[in-house]
């Protein structure tokens, strides 16, 4: 049964994928058809992310009345109805509207499946599932292209995405008792929970708590500053040529995909500490690499480098959380983690673009070096300051 349930899991990270990367793919086809400005791509974004942030906060209440495979099931069944109703929006104001139960859909399910599979699987699991995440935000561009080119527009790229998370929900309904079962079989340590959740200020008073929103918080701006600025870095400064750099920044993601599915078999050897500390280190390497005069081509192989280097990184964060919080805690510690992450995401490439815009786009690397740096000092901090629990570096024997 237990089998079973990561088969769904698998799943669920998956189709969790697919509407990530929709927007940025569609919006060429949409602002024409709605006559807005270009721009307004950003206020559906600010918008899917406020909801994501409030509803990540939001994760340890619901999944402490509700449980992991409800808030699943139920989130991922309001994310299709978003999905359905961008489907069907003809102006812009009705994608702002459906916005918001897009966004309060994603960061709860996001925590709280996290937290689940933090505290239940062994840390090759974290890595692979979130390597079927990019496989899933890989396919959905793709899914998205197939309708534009069969005459089915943009909404006909949401239709499909969205029938594809409703049948997901409907899996996951029906997988509820498995979860229940689950639970119930497990007999790791810690598990059991405080009788009330705990209030923000309270979960910010844990020992290590701040630092660790900080790591997440800089590790996404890291790799969503890359993500973002990389083809114009190489296009601008380094003279690659547009194609190519578009082509290259590509590359970064799958680079991150292929590397969490390799990263799973190295966490058999090395545990979270040592994995996060080695992903950091390759982004190091890879952000150097951009920063000396080499020329076209090692800046380009820098910027795979440092795709490969955030590989391990987000995956063993995640999944070190029990063990440096403790089961009881870990789920409103995942919380506030995924919203400073989204706060990271939302607020650090957009500062850059205010950088490269009024100094210099050359400025990239050492932005992106100077974030990795107060990472790295994060993550120390963060294990120092919870070294004292005895299963920060042994798993409480999580089922493999």
């Known amino acids: 049964m237990f089998q079973l349930l990561l088969v769904i899991i698998y ?9 990530d990367s929709l927007l940025g793919s569609a919006w060429p086809s949409i602002y024409p058809k709605l006559q807005v400005p270009i721009s307004y791509a950003g206020i559906i974004s600010m918008i899917i992310a406020m909801g994501t942030i409030v509803s990540s906060l939001q994760s340890d209440r619901l999944t402490r009345k509700l449980g992991t495979g409800k808030v699943t099931a139920i989130s991922v069944g309001i994310t ?38 933090a505290l239940h699987y062994k840390s090759h699991h974290m890595s692979w599932l979130h390597c079927m995440w990019g496989v899933g935000a890989t396919i959905g561009p793709y899914i998205m292209g197939f309708a534009l080119t069969g005459g089915m527009e943009w909404n006909g790229g949401y239709r499909m995405i969205a029938l594809l998370q409703i049948v997901l929900t409907l899996i996951l309904v029906f997988s509820l008792p498995l979860w229940k079962k689950s639970s119930s079989d497990t007999d790791t340590e810690d598990t059991e929970l405080p009788s009330k959740s705990l209030s923000l200020k309270e979960i910010i008073r844990i020992p290590g708590a701040k630092a660790g929103m900080l790591c997440f918080f800089c590790y996404c ?22 194609e190519t750099a578009a082509r290259f920044a590509g590359l970064f993601f799958i680079g991150i995909t292929i590397g969490r599915a390799v990263s799973g078999f190295i966490t058999m050897k090395l545990n979270d500490v040592q994995m996060t500390r080695l992903g950091q280190s390759i982004i190091g390497l890879g952000v150097i690499i951009m920063l000396l005069p080499l020329g076209q081509t090692a800046s380009l192989a820098g910027l795979i480098i440092i795709g490969l280097g955030c590989a391990p990184v987000y995956p063993c964060m995640l999944h070190s959380t029990p063990a440096h919080f403790g089961a009881d805690r870990s789920q409103a510690v995942f919380g506030v983690q995924m919203a400073s992450a989204y706060v990271g995401t939302c607020l650090m490439p957009p500062l850059f673009g205010l950088i490269a815009n009024h100094i210099a786009v050359s400025l990239l690397p050492v932005y992106l070096l100077a974030v990795l740096i107060f990472m790295i000092l994060m993550h120390e901090a963060l294990i120092k300051k919870t070294a004292a629990r005895k299963n920060y570096t042994v798993a409480r024997s999580p089922l493999s």
């Open 11 to 19: 799943i669920s990270f998956i189709s969790l994928g697919l509407p």
């Open 80 to 117: 299709a109805s978003a999905l359905f109703g961008f489907s069907v929006s003809t102006s812009f104001w009705m994608l702002c509207l459906w916005a918001v139960p897009y966004g309060l859909g994603a960061g709860s399910v996001d925590a709280s499946l996290n937290n689940y599979v």
């Open 221 to 242: 701006a890291v790799e969503q500053t890359t993500a973002l600025w990389a083809s114009s870095y190489l296009n601008l400064f380094k003279g690659v040529p547009s």
